[in-house]
């Protein structure tokens, strides 16, 4: 294997560490927490065209995102409350209201991944080594 190197993803602002997806052949979608502790949004099909912002948050932690569905993306992140927030977009662009999943303790940034069509879990880091889960299967439990 030869290493070819890396492709620089212009971020001036960007704050912690990246979440990825991809939901399928070609088609990456990046996100991050800017220094402004809003969201922002990335896609790549062939070209990365830039970034646009994930509005009516404001971000704690980096996000965590996962894919379920065809053009579904569900995202997560721990607001400046320190608790679990969820948005969507069906069509992986345009965002539902965020809400809240609960917990005002969280410590990092969440953790999310889906293992079949319509399960997602996400788990996020509490005070004291504990973790919250919950699990969305036609609602989210528990």
Do not use: C, M
């Not at 607001?79 to 662009?93: I, K, N, P, Q, R």
């Amino acid at each position: 294997v030869t290493f070819v190197g890396w492709n620089p993803v212009s971020f001036d602002v960007l704050e912690g560490n990246p979440a990825a997806v991809a939901r399928g052949v070609g088609r990456i979608d990046l996100f991050a927490r800017g220094t402004d502790d809003q969201l922002y949004h990335q896609r790549f099909e062939g070209a990365w065209p830039g970034w646009t912002a994930v509005p009516g948050i404001t971000a704690a932690s980096g996000p965590a995102v996962s894919w379920w569905a065809p053009d579904r993306l569900d995202l997560f992140v721990r607001s400046t409350d320190d608790a679990l927030w969820h948005t969507w977009a069906e069509d992986g662009v345009t965002w539902n209201a965020w809400e809240q999943l609960g917990s005002n303790e969280l410590t990092a940034e969440p953790a999310a991944v889906a293992w079949a069509p319509g399960r997602l879990d996400v788990a996020a880091r509490l005070p004291g080594g504990t973790f919250n889960h919950r699990w969305y299967e036609g609602g989210w439990f528990p």
